[in-house]
């Protein structure tokens, strides 16, 4: 099972004042609004990405990247996981693993390998001609 190292750290330009945390203290799933009681039968893996789009969108990365790497632990191929951990990863210049993650999701998401090869073919070419 591929994996990726846990949890980012926090780095610059991450925002942990917002909504769901506590004082600054890093957001927790308790926070977030109550869905895992869905009355249509959503999934684990729904509700992991649903909590984790709650957390992404107030800058609770660190508590997004949690919820989505439960679900990539769990073999998941949905794009929507890969394609929001892609961004955090994205956002907190963690280029590591941003790679990795579009590794796996080439062996996992037939639909769009070829952008993820895309993608992670200009994330490296962007790395080179920065430094």
Do not use: W
């Given at each position: 099972?591929?994996?990726i190292e846990r949890p980012i750290q926090d780095g610059p330009g991450i925002n942990k004042s917002g909504p769901?945390?506590?004082?600054?203290?890093p957001g927790t799933a308790q926070n977030c609004p109550d869905i895992t009681q869905n009355s249509h039968g959503?999934?684990?893996?729904?509700?992991?990405?649903?909590?984790?789009?709650?957390?992404?969108?107030?800058?609770?990365?660190?508590?997004?990247?949690?919820?989505?790497?439960?679900?990539?632990?769990?073999?998941?191929?949905?794009?929507?996981?890969?394609?929001?951990?892609?961004?955090?990863?994205?956002?907190?210049?963690?280029?590591?693993?941003?790679?990795?993650?579009?590794?796996?999701?080439?062996?996992?998401?037939?639909?769009?390998?070829?952008?993820?090869?895309?993608?992670?073919?200009?994330?490296?070419?962007?790395?080179?001609?920065?430094?």
């Amino acid at each position: 099972m591929d994996k990726i190292e846990r949890p980012i750290q926090d780095g610059p330009g991450i925002n942990k004042s917002g909504p769901g945390h506590a004082q600054g203290s890093p957001g927790t799933a308790q926070n977030c609004p109550d869905i895992t009681q869905n009355s249509h039968g959503m999934s684990l893996s729904e509700t992991n990405y649903n909590k984790a789009s709650f957390f992404y969108h107030n800058n609770s990365f660190i508590s997004a990247e949690k919820l989505l790497l439960e679900n990539i632990e769990k073999g998941t191929d949905d794009e929507k996981i890969f394609d929001m951990l892609v961004n955090i990863y994205s956002k907190s210049d963690n280029y590591q693993k941003l790679i990795k993650t579009l590794d796996i999701a080439v062996k996992r998401c037939a639909e769009k390998r070829k952008e993820y090869r895309e993608l992670k073919k200009a994330f490296i070419l962007e790395q080179i001609f920065k430094d």
